[in-house]
């Protein structure tokens, strides 16, 4: 059964594209698009191999093997031209994911990418409409006490992004995600008690605390 995140992760894919699924580890996302028969064809990509091996046996015991091939890859290495219309990348660092889409940046037919990074979205953000990509879609759920954002992005051109969009998401703030709402209720609270608590010891270097707390506020604006 696939986590909240996952499945969020899952579902933004188009119906009816191939996928390639980079950083697959048991295997989980691909037999979900299988098995809602949002996929004819995923590609289960993975550096390693003992996870591979796992989303192998669990391909196997699902009745996928003709429709789910796994392939051991550095991230994007060995997707050829064509293979996939979707590529899937979530639970890695937004530097690492925005190096694999660098390295990958060559490979033909690819009308979609759906990433979920676990940290410095920005980084993703900000690589994506630098290199000719537009975000069409942004979903954030809380799953097991944690905030995850997804995004989807086409080809195409992008308005540059100002500091508070690349930080918490244009399509997010646009439309006044409630769980962003959440979110930034959560981190006001956090960082205003850390400030306090920094002042109150005599520290004097909160500029960095400051410098969050200004970001959380154009954030919450958006819901003024």
């Known amino acids: 059964m696939l986590s909240k995140r ?3 992760v899952a579902d933004m894919v188009t119906k009816g594209n191939n996928a390639a699924d980079i950083g697959t580890d048991h295997g989980y996302v ?3 698009l299988v ?3 949002i996929s004819g ?8 191999e003992g996870p591979l091996k796992m989303a192998d046996k669990n391909i196997c015991l699902e009745g996928f093997s003709e ?5 051991l890859s550095d991230g994007m290495e060995k997707l050829k031209d064509h293979m996939a219309e979707t590529v899937i990348i979530a639970g890695m660092g937004g530097d690492l994911i925005a190096d694999i889409l660098f390295r990958g940046k060559n490979i033909k037919g690819i009308k979609e990418l759906v990433l979920s990074p ?9 690589y994506l ?3 000719h990509w537009k975000i069409i879609q942004e979903e954030m759920v809380k799953d097991a006490g944690k ?7 086409v080809p195409g051109e992008e308005r540059e992004y100002t500091d508070v969009e690349l930080k918490y998401g244009r399509c997010l703030l646009k439309n006044r995600n409630e769980t962003l709402k959440e979110y930034l209720e959560k981190e006001n609270e956090k960082f205003l008690e850390i400030l306090n608590r920094m002042k109150k010891d005599g520290n004097k270097n909160i500029s960095q605390i400051e410098e969050i707390l200004k970001m959380n506020e154009k954030g919450r604006a958006y819901y003024d």
């Open 129 to 131: 409409t630098e290199n």
């Open 6 to 8: 996952l499945k969020a």
């Open 35 to 37: 098995k809602n028969h």
């Open 147 to 153: 905030y995850y954002t997804i995004l989807k992005a």
């Open 118 to 126: 676990h940290k410095r979205i920005d980084i993703v953000r900000k």
């Open 41 to 48: 064809h995923v590609y289960a990509m993975d550096i390693n």
């Open 30 to 32: 691909p037999i979900y």
């Open 67 to 71: 429709k789910i091939t796994t392939v």
